[in-house]
């Protein structure tokens, strides 16, 4: 039995944010109350063996969920692993990730989610959910057998990585997927329009000689995904939203009444196209990073519920690849481990987003879109939990990264707010910030 002890909770779901003692038997949370005397406590374990730990001066929340993350197994993991990537979760503060499916092969049939399922047990750390693709082989014309995948265990349906160009192909499988009630997740971007793109078209790609990628790549899609959705009543999820015109589209969308979600990275957040150089490739995203004036715009739509969740788009790749020339690497950046530091010390310091909109969006909201385990701390729910340091400082090395990937531009670099302590169903898989196995 654990006994956390005079941290400030805070729980979204339960509308707190205050000083709590929280009890941990077995898998689940037994008990949440101001204060436990030694007695009462004592009398709970009935024998058992008590580990306390101290959260006085931490934040307690409910484990985060990462409903965008890219572990590359089966097929590559030089980059990252399901273990090592599970590994990087807890690190990171994440209980419950999401994987992707553009995998090679790709996720698109039930044999393979059963391996990553399979894998996730193996790894025992973080629980893991696979996607499946929409598409066979992610080639955006015939559609998986989206009932037998539910069947196996995944959670949604996403060529992520990749657009379902043909409107058709994308709105047959809004209706499909509806038998199964999982969401479609989309990766709006329209591919002609961003052919060969490097990075947000605008003065500083100009400035730099490279071929932009327009807002409208995205925003032109996000409107054909909205009004299929609208038309179909399917169940649409907007991944990795990045500029103004898609945050003003989702927001006319929803008051309209359409049901849409949407996510934001926080690279997105907290970084703009000016600060990408010729060197600079772990800021080479898709979408990419766009202007200033498009991260206020994110800001804004999460704040006033626009965009629901953050999400990490943890994307890994081999040093040699991110080491090319900025035009020839590859798009994507890591996030497990640093994203909630990077989230706490750009944000949440400055007041920009409060304690209680980050658990909410990265946990609260996740778990209730994607109907998971976890998300709240109350009585009989799963113990998964995160106690958080705001003032912990932690320099961010290859050595001490879990996950096999370094495609992160906060190498080397200082950031203050990690997580701890991290349990899993009860199992305390992160100690003292380091991650124990099961
Ligand atoms: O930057 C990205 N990397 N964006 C994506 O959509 C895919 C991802 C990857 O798989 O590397």
New binding site residues.
């Given amino acids: 039995m654990w006994w956390i002890k005079g941290a400030t909770l805070v729980d979204p779901a339960s509308g707190v944010k205050a000083q709590r003692d929280v009890l941990v038997q077995g898998e689940n949370i037994l008990a949440v109350s101001e204060h436990f005397s030694e007695q009462e406590v004592g009398a709970l374990a009935n024998g058992e063996k008590l580990e306390t730990v101290n959260g006085e001066g931490k934040y307690l929340f409910p484990g985060l969920i990462d409903v965008h993350t890219?572990l590359r197994e089966p097929g590559q993991e030089d980059k990252e692993d399901i273990a090592s990537g599970a590994a990087a979760a807890v690190h990171g503060g994440f209980t419950t990730i999401l994987a992707?499916a553009?995998t090679t092969p790709p996720l698109d049939n039930r044999a393979l989610v059963e391996f990553v399922l399979s894998q996730e047990q193996r790894a025992g750390l973080a629980r893991v959910y696979p996607f499946g693709t929409v598409t066979k082989g992610m080639k955006g014309e015939e559609l998986v057998e989206m009932l037998d995948l539910a069947e196996g265990g995944a959670i949604g349906f996403s060529d992520?990585?990749r657009n379902i160009q043909n409107s058709e192909r994308f709105r047959l499988a809004l209706e499909y997927a509806k038998l199964t009630g999982l969401p479609i997740v989309s990766?709006s971007e329209d591919v002609n329009l961003a052919q060969g793109g490097i990075m947000h078209q605008g003065e500083h790609a100009a400035r730099l000689g490279l071929k932009g990628i327009p807002a409208s790549a995205e925003a032109v899609m996000v409107a054909r995904d909205l009004l299929l959705a609208a038309e179909t009543g399917g169940n649409l999820h907007l991944?990795?939203i990045s500029s103004k015109e898609s945050v003003a589209l989702i927001r006319a969308a929803k008051a309209r009444g359409v049901k849409v979600s949407a996510e934001v990275n926080p690279h997105h957040l907290i970084f703009c196209d000016e600060d990408l150089t010729l060197t600079s490739t772990s800021l080479k995203?898709?979408?990419p990073l766009r202007s200033a004036a498009d991260r206020e715009a994110l800001l804004e739509g999460l704040n006033d519920g626009t965009i629901d969740l953050i999400a990490t788009?943890h994307?890994p790749?081999t040093w040699e690849e991110k080491a090319r020339p900025l035009a020839e690497a590859?798009?994507?950046?890591t996030g497990l481990e640093t994203a909630l530091a990077a989230v706490w010390q750009h944000l949440v310091v400055p007041g920009r987003l409060s304690i209680e909109r980050l658990v909410q969006a990265w946990s609260t909201a996740p778990a209730q879109r994607f109907n998971l385990l976890g998300g709240s701390v109350k009585p009989g729910m799963p113990a998964d939990l995160v106690l958080f340091d705001p003032n912990w400082r932690e320099r961010i090395e290859s050595e001490t990264l879990y996950s096999k990937a370094q495609n992160t531009p906060f190498l080397g670099q200082e950031l203050q707010g990690f997580p701890i302590w991290v349990w899993v169903g009860g199992n305390a898989v992160l100690q003292e910030r380091r991650v124990v196995a099961r």
Avoid: K, R
């Avoid at 590859?330 to 950046?333: D, K, L, M, R, S």
């Fill in positions: 890219h992707m553009n992520d990585g990766h991944a990795h995203v898709n979408p788009d994307a790749h590859p798009f994507g950046i």
